[in-house]
T-cell receptor, first 114, second 109 residues
Framework: GAVVSQHPSRVICKSGTSVKIECRSL??????MFWYRQFPKQSLMLMATSNEGSKATYEQGVEKDKFLINHASLTLSTLTVTSAHPEDSSFYIC??????????FGQGTRLTVV | QKEVEQNSGPLSVPEGAIASLNCTYSDRGSQSFFWYRQYSGKSPELIMF????GDKEDGRFTAQLNKASQYVSLLIRDSQPSDSATYLC?????????FGAGTTVTVRA
């Protein structure tokens, strides 16, 4: 299957700082990228959907000013968690689609805010 | 009502047995259905997808879909200790995936 590279895999940051997570499709063009968040023992919750060159569409309850998503090219999307707080600590996962049925997931980023 | 429901488990099966996982979904307009495996601390890996009623087999895995009953299942034959993981059912509607909470499977050696 196609490869989506996500990094960093782990990050620890201080409360109030911002963290950027990158998601790259290595061998296909991701027309759509999705960002998910997963808390312990829970399932993946979709945060937002982004299409290259346009603004992201956020799910209800997700603050767009806090979780900034940029999808500047067909191979790169970024999620920036601004002014992070301990309750933002979670496992963040991106996925990319090439327009077909299957979504390809990145390796995930474990964010810990202290 | 949750969009996608799964028994949380844990489901414990002996090595070599069949593990049977179930999933129901609420929206009849759902178009395609996926089973993912997720190891602790890792992102999901696709096992298989199905979008037509009936069975689809891939190696030791068989997915079954019944759209009338809004039900999709996954059978794992000849279960191995390496199959111990959380299995996520996901349903696609309007280009979005909705995930169930997952069923934790433990295969006893």
């Amino acid at each position: 299957g196609a490869v989506v590279s996500q990094h960093p895999s782990r990050v620890i940051c201080k409360s109030g700082t911002s963290v950027k997570i990158e998601c790259r499709s290595l061998d296909f063009q991701a027309t759509t990228m999705f960002w998910y968040r997963q808390f312990p023992k829970q399932s993946l919750m979709l945060m937002a959907t982004s299409n290259e060159g346009s603004k992201a569409t956020y799910e209800q309850g997700v603050e767009k000013d806090k979780f900034l998503i940029n999808h500047a090219s067909l191979t790169l999307s970024t999620l920036t968690v601004t002014s992070a707080h301990p309750e933002d600590s979670s496992f963040y996962i991106c996925s990319g689609e090439d327009g077909n049925t299957e979504a390809f997931f990145g390796q995930g980023t474990r964010l810990t805010v202290v | 009502q949750k969009e996608v429901e799964q028994n949380s488990g844990p489901l414990s099966v002996p090595e070599g047995a069949i593990a049977s996982l179930n999933c129901t979904y609420s929206d009849r307009g759902s178009q395609s259905f996926f089973w993912y495996r997720q190891y602790s601390g890792k992102s999901p890996e696709l096992i298989m997808f199905i979008y037509s009623n009936g069975d689809k087999e891939d190696g030791r895995f068989t997915a079954q879909l019944n759209k009338a009953s809004q039900y999709v299942s996954l059978l794992i034959r000849d279960s191995q200790p390496s199959d111990s993981a959380t299995y996520l059912c996901a349903v696609k509607l309007a280009n979005k995936l909705s995930f169930g909470a997952g069923t934790t499977v433990t295969v006893r050696a």
